[in-house]
């Protein structure tokens, strides 16, 4: 049976969705395209179909999920930003939460397209957080300091034991910190 161009796209976009999610989870070499697939709702056959490779798949997938990221951020200012980043419940969905943290240091291991792609989100978060004014006049070396200080710490959070009083702690901290940093500047 054919397959309508809609229906085509519509496979698509499950399948970037589902990478976006597992990846963040999983990591890149954490989820097989078999699985993958599977959990798309889709056969393994065919993925070719949509993607020339699985570093193709990585990038959009990347993509969507800063896209979903940066739709997550409209219209919050920085207090609401920082206590949000910072939180558990961001930090207990990795699957759901910022690319930067979750992939970050799988990204740094990928080819030179992946860390392209990678950056480009990273300049679209900073165009954006400039631009909703959530974090107040910021420089950009003032924006790229906040981004660095909440993706650290909510890394080191989540690579503590969940019910450690670290994992805790680290998140405690970093936002009276860097809540505190803007409120001293202003």
């Known amino acids: 049976m054919k397959v309508s161009k809609e229906q085509v796209r519509e496979n698509r976009m499950r399948i970037v969705e589902t990478a976006s999610v597992l990846f963040r989870e999983r990591g890149y070499d954490g989820v097989g395209v078999a699985e993958l697939m599977s959990a798309a709702g889709l056969t393994h056959g065919g993925f070719y179909k949509h993607f020339g490779s699985k570093a193709d798949l990585m990038s959009e997938a990347m993509s ?52 392209a ?10 165009a954006l957080l400039a631009n909703e004014n959530a974090v107040g006049g910021a420089t950009r070396a003032d924006l790229i300091d906040t981004i660095a200080h909440l993706v650290g710490a909510l890394v080191l959070s989540r690579a503590c034991p969940d019910d450690s009083a670290l994992a805790d ?14 409120v001293d500047e202003n």
């Open 64 to 115: 969507c999920g800063f896209s979903r990221s940066a739709e997550s951020t409209l219209g919050v200012n920085r207090e609401q930003f920082v206590e949000y980043y910072l939180s558990r419940q961001h930090r207990d969905s990795m699957g759901k939460g910022c690319v930067m943290s979750a992939l970050g240091a799988d990204t740094a291991r990928q080819s030179e397209t992946i860390k």
């Open 117 to 126: 792609t990678f950056a480009a989100g990273i300049e679209n978060q900073l």
């Open 169 to 182: 702690e680290i998140l405690d901290v970093c936002r009276s910190r860097i809540l505190r940093q803007e």
